[in-house]
T-cell receptor, first 117, second 112 residues
Framework: SAVISQKPSRDICQRGTSLTIQCQVD?????MFWYRQQPGQSLTLIAT?????????ESGFVIDKFPISRPNLTFSTLTVSNMSPEDSSIYLC??????????????FGSGTRLTVV | QKEVEQNSGPLSVPEGAIASLNCTYS??????FFWYRQYSGKSPELIMS????GDKEDGRFTAQLNKASQYVSLLIRDSQPSDSATYLC????????????FGAGTRLAVHP
């Protein structure tokens, strides 16, 4: 199955600043997905990033706040802009992973734990 | 109505028992269903996928799907303390491209 390297693993940021999160996949994938997991909550999809086109954002998320880049089929970044304490969450990237075994599905990066102070 | 619903738990079962986790979904045309396990502080880990009505078994895990009832479940046989985690049900949503919609998760506690 695909292996995703996500960084940073955690960061503490000042309000009003921005943080860029990177995900590198060890194989070419069409779609990359960005999720947010607020403390004690489940995963909420932020946007879907397709190489060569603008990301598609879910309701409640906008490009000015969460700009995404997808320069090639193995890499994507998510920026959390003008941060406030409400942005403190775990951010995860994910790819659809057909795999070669009996189980397929979606693989997740290790996550970025963001704390905004 | 939430798109994917799960009981938040906690579900507490004794070691060796069967743990039963349930999930309902609202999008009748959903085609793919997944169960993820998430340990505290870790990212979700895929444990089962199911696409057709009926049961699918993998080791101690059995996923059950009933599309008519829009219901999917996960059974864990011979539960172990190491199974204690949050179990997330996820459904592949339509919309022109694949994306996963997650339920809120059920916290399972297996006590010795």
């Amino acid at each position: 199955s695909a292996v995703i390297s996500q960084k940073p693993s955690r960061d503490i940021c000042q309000r009003g600043t921005s943080l860029t999160i990177q995900c590198q996949v060890d194989s070419q994938v069409t779609m990359m997905f960005w999720y947010r997991q607020q403390p004690g909550q489940s995963l909420t999809l932020i946007a879907t990033a397709n190489q060569g086109s603008e990301a598609t954002y879910e309701s409640g998320f906008v490009i000015d706040k969460f700009p995404i880049s997808r320069p090639n089929l193995t890499f994507s970044t998510l920026t959390v802009s003008n941060m406030s304490p409400e942005d403190s969450s775990i951010y995860l990237c994910s790819v659809e992973d057909p795999g070669q075994g009996a189980v397929d599905g979606y693989t997740f990066g290790s996550g970025t734990r963001l704390t905004v102070v | 109505q939430k798109e994917v619903e799960q009981n938040s738990g906690p579900l507490s079962v004794p070691e060796g028992a069967i743990a039963s986790l349930n999930c309902t979904y609202s999008d009748r045309v959903s085609q793919s269903f997944f169960w993820y396990r998430q340990y505290s502080g870790k990212s979700p880990e895929l444990i089962m996928s199911i696409y057709s009505n009926g049961d699918k078994e993998d080791g101690r895990f059995t996923a059950q799907l009933n599309k008519a009832s829009q219901y999917v479940s996960l059974l864990i046989r011979d539960s172990q303390p190491s199974d204690s985690a949050t179990y997330l049900c996820a459904v592949n949503s339509r919309g022109g491209y694949n994306k996963l919609i997650f339920g809120a998760g059920t916290r399972l506690a297996v006590h010795p």
